[in-house]
């Protein structure tokens, strides 16, 4: 039996559907009917954001987008970018998106980049991914402060498969936050970038290193962690009987498989450690990337 779904779009509003079709919307309500073989095919939903559309028109369109998607059980991706949601005080959509992310058993990524929210769209958006098995969270140029962290972080859950907070303006406190969140789940994600936040230094290495036997692909690209973060974040590697994170339970892999530290501040100094990284039993590292590194590295 043939699945009709409508979507009703202010006009002139964008849709980006699985990358497979994008078109300038010029009725007020379109039908899009299409065959239960077919709709696999329609695995991911995009809005962007068009500054040049006034703010009103688009964030009915976005209300319109989460009634229209409601009954929807197909899409295993949402994505939003440059979507400027503090500017709207009608938290409709955030509410309205409830049932989708409940009911959507399919639903397995959420992206957001360079997005704006607001202490109540974070409260709501992490209630709207508590309800679902959502397990990859990608936040990209999307600034987060403590507030924020504290309002979503039960939703970054360590059952994830993978978290990605990049160019969040986040620092010792948020990872700080995060890790105690997953010491209470008893999990943690295996892969997690943390990438272009400048304001992560040494003293967030000490709090990954709790998790650390657990993770299997970490990237803090352009961090400042410096030598002293290197040799926190992989030091339990001479006592691995200690009992530092040997509760965690293992998602997917007992070693490190990819360490990404390019531009992390470090030396030769840092070697040494990341040496014995690379020779310990423990360990099975593929890939390791240093670039962007030199001799005036910070401790």
């Given at each position: 039996?043939?699945?009709?779904?409508?979507?009703?779009?202010?006009?002139?509003?964008?849709?980006?559907?699985?990358?497979?079709?994008?078109?300038?919307?010029?009725?007020?309500?379109?039908?899009?009917?299409?065959?239960?073989?077919?709709?696999?095919?329609?695995?991911?939903?995009?809005?962007?954001?068009?500054?040049?559309?006034?703010?009103?028109?688009?964030?009915?369109?976005?209300?319109?987008?989460?009634?229209?998607?409601?009954?929807?059980?197909?899409?295993?991706?949402?994505?939003?970018?440059?979507?400027?949601?503090?500017?709207?005080?009608?938290?409709?959509?955030?509410?309205?998106?409830?049932?989708?992310?409940?009911?959507?058993?399919?639903?397995?990524?959420?992206?957001?980049?360079?997005?704006?929210?607001?202490?109540?769209?974070?409260?709501?958006?992490?209630?709207?991914?508590?309800?679902?098995?959502?397990?990859?969270?990608?936040?990209?140029?999307?600034?987060?402060?403590?507030?924020?962290?504290?309002?979503?972080?039960?939703?970054?859950?360590?059952?994830?498969?993978?978290?990605?907070?990049?160019?969040?303006?986040?620092?010792?406190?948020?990872?700080?936050?995060?890790?105690?969140?997953w010491k209470i789940d008893n999990s943690?994600?295996?892969?997690?970038?943390?990438?272009?936040?400048?304001?992560?230094?040494?003293?967030?290495?000490?709090?990954?290193?709790?998790?650390?036997?657990?993770?299997?692909?970490?990237?803090?690209?352009?961090?400042?962690?410096g030598n002293n973060g290197v040799y926190?974040?992989?030091?339990?590697?001479?006592?691995?009987?200690?009992?530092?994170?040997?509760?965690?339970?293992?998602?997917?892999?007992?070693?490190?498989?990819?360490?990404?530290?390019?531009?992390?501040?470090?030396?030769?100094?840092?070697?040494?450690?990341?040496?014995?990284?690379?020779?310990?039993?423990?360990?099975?590292?593929?890939?390791?990337?240093?670039?962007?590194?030199?001799?005036?590295?910070?401790?």
């Amino acid at each position: 039996m043939p699945l009709y779904i409508y979507y009703f779009y202010p006009r002139h509003s964008i849709v980006d559907i699985a990358g497979r079709e994008r078109r300038i919307v010029s009725q007020t309500k379109i039908c899009n009917q299409y065959s239960p073989v077919e709709t696999k095919y329609y695995s991911k939903i995009t809005f962007p954001w068009n500054r040049s559309i006034p703010r009103r028109t688009q964030f009915n369109s976005l209300i319109s987008l989460a009634y229209g998607l409601k009954k929807n059980r197909n899409i295993k991706c949402i994505s939003f970018h440059d979507v400027d949601f503090k500017e709207y005080n009608d938290k409709t959509f955030f509410m309205s998106m409830g049932s989708f992310f409940r009911n959507n058993r399919c639903l397995r990524e959420l992206q957001m980049y360079d997005c704006s929210l607001d202490l109540e769209c974070w409260h709501l958006l992490g209630r709207c991914i508590e309800r679902s098995l959502i397990k990859t969270i990608i936040i990209d140029g999307t600034v987060m402060s403590m507030r924020s962290l504290t309002s979503i972080s039960s939703a970054f859950h360590g059952s994830l498969d993978k978290l990605s907070l990049t160019n969040c303006g986040i620092d010792d406190r948020h990872i700080n936050t995060i890790i105690k969140c997953w010491k209470i789940d008893n999990s943690v994600p295996t892969t997690i970038d943390l990438s272009n936040n400048p304001d992560i230094d040494d003293c967030a290495c000490d709090y990954l290193s709790c998790v650390m036997v657990a993770v299997s692909n970490l990237s803090l690209e352009n961090t400042p962690i410096g030598n002293n973060g290197v040799y926190s974040l992989l030091s339990y590697t001479r006592a691995p009987n200690n009992g530092v994170g040997s509760a965690l339970r293992l998602n997917g892999g007992s070693a490190l498989r990819t360490l990404n530290l390019d531009g992390t501040d470090i030396n030769d100094v840092a070697c040494e450690t990341i040496q014995t990284l690379l020779q310990h039993e423990f360990y099975s590292v593929k890939k390791l990337s240093l670039n962007r590194n030199g001799p005036e590295g910070r401790q």
